[in-house]
């Protein structure tokens, strides 16, 4: 009748970092090799984006002489920028790390400024584009080292694709604005 209360069992004792380690991978990249390259495809991730938008700002509102064209190859270059975003971000995942998907994180992981709030005039949109998709090549291009020291092939794929995509879109719309 005197027995001691044993004390009551506390629920949730177990800390998340002795959980079951059913989260756990291993494909052959390190760790700390797994969170750089999500670190910096993050950056291309909110590059992307944040193009891919200026680009639909831009068809929407572009006027002047050069409106039919320059509508219609926006509309190309932020519908291809569009599909890209997605592979990106589930190379993120296939890493182990969550893949950023708002705008407050891309304001802060972005190397490109955001679109004006006024519609620049149609050269001005060009030019800013070109600019643009020069600094997407520059943050892709600035992973190259880091992937190929940690044998990252699929990561190395798509950054070979986005650069090729960025350069060729930098001369097209480099090409607009040579006399
Ligand atoms: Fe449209």
């Known amino acids: 009748m005197n027995a001691k209360k044993s004390p009551p ?4 004792s177990r800390t998340r970092a002795a959980a079951p380690s059913a989260g756990r991978m291993d494909i052959g990249i390190s760790d700390a090799h797994r969170a750089a390259i ?3 495809l993050s950056r291309l991730l909110a590059d992307t984006y944040t193009l891919y938008l200026t680009t639909h700002n831009f068809h929407w509102n572009v006027t002047g002489p050069m409106f039919n064209s ?3 190859m926006f509309m190309t270059q932020y519908t291809e920028l569009w599909t890209a ?3 990106i971000a589930e190379r993120i995942r296939s890493l182990g790390h969550v893949a950023p998907g708002s705008y407050a994180q891309y304001g802060k992981l972005s190397s490109l400024p955001d679109a004006p709030a006024v519609p620049p005039r149609a050269l001005d949109m ?4 070109a600019q643009g998709h020069e600094a997407v090549a520059r943050t892709a291009r600035s ?3 880091l992937v190929d020291q940690a044998s990252d ?4 794929d798509i950054l070979v694709q986005r650069l090729t995509v960025h350069e060729q879109a930098a001369w097209m719309l480099r090409a607009l604005l040579e006399e």
């Open 9 to 12: 069992k506390r629920a949730g």
């Open 38 to 40: 999500a670190a910096g």
């Open 70 to 72: 320059l509508h219609a």
């Open 85 to 87: 975003v997605d592979p």
């Open 126 to 129: 060009v030019r800013i584009l």
């Open 143 to 145: 992973l190259l080292p």
């Open 153 to 156: 092939e699929p990561t190395t």
